[in-house]
């Protein structure tokens, strides 16, 4: 395993390091300005619009996506350290790039598995940054870890399908730019194969009896520059057949071909916001005096800093070897390490965020730094793309089962 950084990964993110300190850092401040002065929060501020033209500009576009014909053609090792730069800014950078979830995993979708009118009618646009999407999977009725829990109904009648089913915490469909939504049902309910009873259709937001019923705050905050989370309900509404994406019943393949890059791509964002919490206390400790002398000088400060350069270190290894096994045996031969992935990284950026908010004191808690919005953030991806206690039980039984 050669995990050293080719000569185009290194242009990239000598491009993306620059374009992050002369263009999204600034931007920060700027957004959360003109964010007060909009109509609805939920718009897109001007500057993201100035962010992805210079990003488009330098080349810096569709960074995720490996098919070539469509993206920048990146394995994912080369993809790894371009992602942990974006993720030092998550609420600007993966947008002004075109890589932010849930588009991401949308356009992987539309990629792999629709049909050429499919991805005129919606990938093209979703590629160029023209609209938003969203992918509605999860359910507030059913434990929706377990996909085969799903209940949202998707019945054939003649040439339509009818969808009826309630949705929640559905990243991006607060955004007045989210035109498509993928929905994820069950077409065979009552089939014998449980992996085969759903399907997934592409539903226009404005389809009759699709109604964005609420914001889903995530704690308290509700994620403007994401596109919110949304509850919508789907009430008896028609799309024609052709929505179909593949095949009646390939729905949960499908589900599983997208979570796996899309479980990397989160691990990848949270190491570069771990690495922005260390820059944070470092930079709080030498300028902060406390009881006589600065905080950089106390011991407790030490153990913070230390443990948290070690647990980042060892996370980038752990993620760029689940990288090069994505690109080398594919994601099910990876399916160890992106589990592997999934359960640590979080948890691990968690506590590094805790202590780099302690070191702030009450200005950790307040919106004057980003810490206590990216502490939410990286504590909320200990539940999505499935709880981490699904991935420990998986992961537990892999290893069991070589001793049974």
């Not at 049902?185 to 009552?190: E, F, H, L, R, S």
């Not at 030498?286 to 948290?308: C, E, Y």
Request: aromatic share 6%; glycine share 8%.
């Amino acid at each position: 395993m050669d995990f050293a950084f080719d000569a185009r990964t290194e242009e990239l993110r000598a491009k993306l390091l620059t374009f992050m300190d002369e263009y999204v850092y600034p931007a920060e401040a700027v957004a959360e300005e003109q964010r007060a002065k909009l109509a609805s929060p939920w718009e897109t501020v001007p500057v993201v619009e100035e962010l992805k033209a210079e990003a488009r500009r330098q080349g810096l576009w569709n960074l995720f996506l490996p098919d070539s014909e469509y993206g920048a053609g990146l394995t994912n090792l080369q993809y790894a350290p371009l992602a942990e730069i974006m993720g030092r800014s998550p609420q600007l950078a993966p947008t002004a790039t075109n890589c932010a979830a849930p588009d991401t995993g949308n356009m992987e979708v539309l990629t792999q598995f629709g049909d050429e009118q499919q991805r005129k009618q919606w990938l093209e646009p979703l590629l160029a940054g023209e609209i938003r999407s969203a992918f509605a999977m999860t359910e507030p009725e059913v434990a929706s870890s377990d996909a085969t829990n799903i209940t949202t109904h998707i019945r054939r009648d003649g040439d339509e399908y009818v969808i009826t089913g309630r949705k929640w915490y559905i990243s991006g469909a607060m955004n007045p730019d989210c035109k498509i939504f993928i929905v994820m049902g069950k077409t065979d309910p009552d089939g014998d194969d449980i992996r085969r009873q759903q399907s997934m259709v592409l539903v226009p937001r404005d389809t009759p009896g699709v109604t964005v019923k609420r914001a889903m705050q995530v704690f308290g905050y509700e994620d403007h520059s994401h596109g919110g989370h949304a509850e919508v309900i789907f009430d008896d509404a028609r799309v024609p057949a052709s929505n179909l994406i593949g095949e009646e019943g390939g729905g949960f393949a499908i589900a599983q071909a997208r979570l796996g890059p899309g479980r990397i791509h989160h691990c990848m964002r949270l190491i570069g916001m771990a690495e922005r919490a260390i820059e944070l206390m470092c930079r709080r400790a030498v300028a902060r005096t406390a009881f006589g002398k600065a905080l950089a000088q106390q011991g407790v400060v030490h153990n913070w800093i230390a443990d948290a350069r070690v647990t980042v270190e060892q996370l980038r290894l752990l993620v760029l070897k689940t990288a090069w096994l994505m690109d080398t045996v594919g994601n099910k031969g990876a399916h160890t390490e992106i589990q592997s992935i999934k359960i640590a990284t979080p948890r691990a950026v968690v506590d590094i965020l805790d202590r780099a908010i302690q070191l702030h004191g009450a200005g950790g808690v307040s919106q004057d730094f980003p810490l206590a919005e990216l502490y939410a953030g990286a504590r909320t991806l200990m539940i999505a793309d499935g709880p981490d206690e699904v991935h420990q039980r998986s992961l537990a039984r892999r290893e069991l089962k070589k001793y049974l």
